[in-house]
């Protein structure tokens, strides 16, 4: 996989590319928004800040085949190779990569790290160059159509005109709607996976869940745990618990844990972790603390709690899509219950409404939500054949735009 | 409404009425196991214990009219009454009360506080006659069973020797379920609610979640917590938020919150309730944490863990009803994600295979678990039909035994 190099030459007027200072993390970095910042949703600029992001594959000429991949919640740009922290393999390697479903043979994929996360683009636990002290809760909250501003930026930096996709699970879909509605020129196809065009109240409440649980530990300290050497870990690790069970579903958990007991043979009438289920959980819990800021958990769960593309519209979901150019593929997952077919379907029904061109698959498996992450056979032939058609697409209907 | 006085003519050997000293609970207590202490599930042995329990209607002269009504996780013996802590109606006042569907001018309503719980039954709270202090951990964890054991003794005590009813939803059904499948000949007619004959793996990890929550809270101090000022509230009401959650639908929840805003016309782009069911939700954490104990929470969580009848006969679910001359009644609603109807139709399935008398409905309904608290016509509807046909044949097949 040869890694490509930005040139600069068509850089957005204010982008500046660093080399990772701070931490050994490695991929790319630009400081933006020193010239021109980035006006929020909240009204506040951003300016400058940092964004961190990977790539795979080779840009072609006519910069014509480049996929952003957008990531999930706690995801963050180490689509493809080792995780630099927890030295796992890459969150999608199942799916990108050379020869894979998103090959990057042909393709040259881009994943950014979201703005408010903590990879290394710009969130809470940075300093604020005006106090010199780390951001905590003076991070501006941010929400996803801000995330996608600051991601537009970095594609602009890379000199692409027209990404040929965009493409995320969960939060990823979310990105990737966001990005048709709001920059229906500048992809030729989205595929929002597992996704929804708002975020339900129950979402938000097991989002509310695991804020709760950060805040009420007292490490946090009101956000300001940075220079104190403290970590809000109990809390977190609670959050990730929480939030975990929703990834799965009841079926998957039955399948794999069912009632076995860890490495004993009777209960122990006891606190101990008795069942396999609660030894996994808590192995989520600590492993995650390891490589995730709590703030930044604060402030990603926000930015999807906020997203309501109809809301944008005067509660006209069809509206964020009118006259859209762009090639929807929706899929959803039938065990899925954070983010169930029922909302991708009203995607589509909007889509419908204005004759957009959208194909949707709802596949069978009962890994839950998590299935987008997962070896799901079906969703790679259906990904594999919506990328070919539409590349065949892309060639015909090719105006030079990129050249 | 009457409340019963027990004349103790026919109590159990070692049953002490005393009247509530140290708080100013309403309703009966007994001093149980002095002579004859219960040996748990665990092979510990406890006693002497405290048993609170509360009376509705009145006991008939042959003591044929007793309904054992036994209450949920975080339910007590305040079914059909002001709550004496909260202020607010009784938990199961709309079904139990003078012309209700459970009729206390027909009825005699007894409701236990189960073993382990903390409104003045025997609980990690209690003093450790041991010790002198209170047991906070040291307490033994009990079972589904061992509530159920303690229960009897409180039938005994007060001279029933046929319950004509157990009846219970939640972990109240599992009561329902274990009494039917442990003393068969001391009731006539089972009614396990919104149940299951074991708990899931998706409910433990649900249950890890809220003790992880209380565990992380520093001042629980290992359970230790009474004796120094101290209570575990914030981790308290981030196990019951999560929990809360769990008792709900997404349908319920977005019929009754959507993404409505609380107080506000706009989003604030931080991380106050902006929504009404975040506001809900910390409401509900909140009021909970002013009415139970942190321990209890964690004993009644594990014991419903630990609850699996078909493990207890060797993993086939219909030994546990094997011959079994109760009629059951059970119902599950649509909506109920913690306890689905398939958790019913199992135990259905097995009374079925020892052809044991059985009728199941399922209530279409979109309140989730918690509908079995709710107004739900259809329920009601069913539950009377049960009730009264039952007790048509009970009349007929009275011995004479309780006379």
């Known amino acids: 996989m040869t890694k490509h190099e930005p040139d600069g030459a068509q850089n957005a007027g204010d982008a500046i590319a660093v080399e990772p200072v701070v931490t050994d993390l490695p991929g790319h970095r630009l400081v933006l928004g020193e010239i021109d910042p980035l006006r929020l949703a909240s009204g506040q600029m951003l300016g400058p800040f940092t964004v961190a992001y990977q790539t795979y594959g080779t840009l072609n000429e006519d910069k014509s085949n480049a996929i952003l991949v957008c990531h999930a919640l706690t995801g963050d740009q180490y689509v493809a190779e080792t995780h630099p922290v927890t030295g796992k393999d890459g969150w999608w390697g199942s799916i990108v990569g050379a020869g894979r479903t998103i090959d990057t043979d042909t393709y040259f994929v881009i994943c950014i790290n979201v703005l408010g996360g903590c990879m290394g683009t710009a ?19 941010i929400t996803i159509g801000d995330m996608v501003a600051a991601q537009k930026r970095v594609i602009e930096h ?7 996709a965009v493409i995320g699970g969960s939060m990823g879909a979310m990105q990737a709607l966001e990005w048709a509605s709001r920059y229906p020129e500048m992809l030729f196809c989205a595929i929002p996976i597992a996704g929804a065009a708002r975020h339900s ?10 804020r709760q649980a950060i805040m009420a530990d ?5 956000g300001a745990y940075y220079d104190r050497d403290l970590n809000p870990e109990r809390g977190l690790a609670v959050a990730r618990m929480a939030a975990h069970i929703t990834y799965l579903s009841d079926s998957a958990l039955h399948r794999k844990f069912g009632r076995n007991l860890q490495d004993r043979q009777k209960i122990t009438f006891g606190f101990d972790a008795d069942f396999q289920i609660e030894s996994y959980l808590r192995h989520q819990g600590r492993s995650f603390v390891e490589r995730f800021d709590a703030n930044s958990y604060l402030y990603i769960t926000r930015a999807m709690d906020y997203f309501d593309l109809a809301a944008e519209h005067n509660g006209q979901l069809p509206a964020a899509f009118e006259g859209s150019p762009v090639r929807f593929c929706l899929v959803s997952f039938t065990s899925d219950w954070l983010f169930p077919t029922a909302e991708s379907r009203q995607i589509v029904h909007a889509l419908n409404a ?3 061109s959208v194909s949707f698959v709802e596949i069978e498996t009962d890994s839950g939500h998590d299935a987008f992450l997962l070896e799901e056979p079906e969703f790679f032939r259906i990904l594999s054949g919506f990328l070919r058609g539409a590349a065949d697409q892309y060639a015909q209907t090719m105006t030079g735009t990129n050249a």
């Open 123 to 141: 969130g809470p636990k940075d300093i604020d160059p005006r106090t010199g002290a780390p951001f905590g809760l003076n991070f501006p909250v």
């Open 218 to 222: 007292p490490n946090w300290c009101g």
């Open 158 to 164: 890379l000199g692409i005109v027209k990404l040929f």
């Open 201 to 210: 109240a129950q979402n938000i409440a097991f989002h509310e869940v695991g």
């Open 354 to 356: 204005v004759a957009a």
